[in-house]
């Protein structure tokens, strides 16, 4: 079974820029997460969905990220304008979602992101 | 928002040795707990969940204690293979919220 996809593996960015990171999920799981690790952190959820809906975006900085999970399958999540602080790993992860008690995720490698 | 706790550690044990970290959750109403765990410059892999019950998957042990809102990990017979970062999860679903927090990660050596 093909896991979760990401891309690109690796950016380095000046600030003020903007940049992209796609990802595709695991066939079949509904539920999709965008994740951001910042270097010695735990992974800090941004935003989740559940097919096309949001179920949680509350940690997702709207003034400059935006994620979006077209015909709920793959998904972006955009960054614009970069700031320093962005510089981090960006983790998609994706799940069947029977439930939050049963709910394993599948992470892809991530996106190492170096603001400039 | 709601925090997750953990000891950064390092812990640093010899091989064979048991060794048990613990991680607190603030929001009371949290349902689902699970531990992951994640290599160096590598993604999070689910290690296991962790049941009101207690719960075993050969070496390691997960508990939950809900009155003192901790949950804790404990491995037996340390392997070198087990060094690693060590994730707690805590998960809230309610009416019309939701909430899903990592712990910043419990670092793990196990030396020859």
Partial sequence: EAGVAQSPRYKIIEKRQSVAFWCNPISGHATLYWYQQILGQGPKLLIQFQNNGVVDDSQLPKDRFSAERLKGVDSTLKIQPAKLEDSAVYLCASSLWKGPSTDTQYFGPGTRLTVL | ?112
């Fill in chain 2, 1 to 112: 928002r709601k925090e997750v706790e953990q000891d950064p550690g390092p812990f640093n044990v010899p091989e064979g040795a048991t060794v048990a970290f613990n991680c607190t959750y603030s929001n009371s109403a949290s349902q689902s707990f699970f531990w992951y765990r994640q290599d160096c410059r590598k993604e999070p892999k689910l290690l296991m969940s962790v049941y009101s019950s207690g719960n075993e998957d050969g070496r390691f042990t997960a508990q939950l204690n809900r009155a003192s809102q901790y949950i804790s990990l404990l491995i037996r017979d340390s392997k070198l293979s087990d060094s690693a970062t060590y994730l707690c999860v805590a998960i809230y679903s309610g009416a019309g919220s939701y909430q899903l927090t990592f712990g910043k990660g419990t670092k793990l050596s196990v030396i020859p």
